[in-house]
Nanobody, 125 residues
Framework: QVQLVESGGGLVQSGGSLRLSCAAS????????MGWYRQAPGKQRDLVAA???????NYADSVKGRFTISRDNAKNTVYLQMNSLKPEDTAVYYC???????????????????WGQGTLVTVSS
C-alpha cells in the first residue's frame, strides 16, 4: 500500500556530486524516519544516512561531511546530496521509510517498513 520511488543515480567521476530523491506514496498514515542504505557487490546493506522527524539526522562515519540528507514532509520525499564522491561509494542505494500506514478504511494504522527498488551509483576513479 506504500510505494517508494527513487531517482538520481548514475555514473560520476571521483570528486563529483549526485543528488538522490525518494518519494513515498500510497496509504501513508505517518512517516517517522526516512533513510538511505547502500549495498555494494558481495557486501551487506548498510545505513548511509537517516532523518527522523522533525530533523534529527544520523550518518555513517564514512560519509560524514560529504553527504547531506534532507526531507520534505509535505511531499513525503527524502533527498541525499552526495558530494566529493569516491569510488568506494559505488553501490546500489536503497530508500527506506518507517512509520505507519492505513491498510484499509476498517482498520487502524499498522507499522510501515518500506523499501524502494534501489538506484545504482557508480563512481569512477
Amino acid at each position: 500500500q506504500v510505494q517508494l520511488v527513487e531517482s538520481g543515480g548514475g555514473l560520476v567521476q571521483s570528486g563529483g556530486s549526485l543528488r538522490l530523491s525518494c518519494a513515498a506514496s500510497g496509504s501513508i498514515f505517518s512517516i517517522y524516519t526516512m533513510g538511505w542504505y547502500r549495498q555494494a557487490p558481495g557486501k551487506q546493506r548498510d545505513l548511509v544516512a537517516a532523518i527522523t522527524s522533525p530533523d534529527t539526522t544520523n550518518y555513517a562515519d564514512s560519509v560524514k561531511g560529504r553527504f547531506t540528507i534532507s526531507r520534505d514532509n509535505a511531499k513525503n520525499t527524502v533527498y541525499l546530496q552526495m558530494n566529493s564522491l569516491k569510488p568506494e561509494d559505488t553501490a546500489v542505494y536503497y530508500c527506506n521509510a518507517r512509520g505507519e500506514y492505513n491498510p484499509s478504511d476498517y482498520e487502524g494504522p499498522r507499522a510501515l517498513d518500506a523499501w524502494g527498488q534501489g538506484t545504482l551509483v557508480t563512481v569512477s576513479s
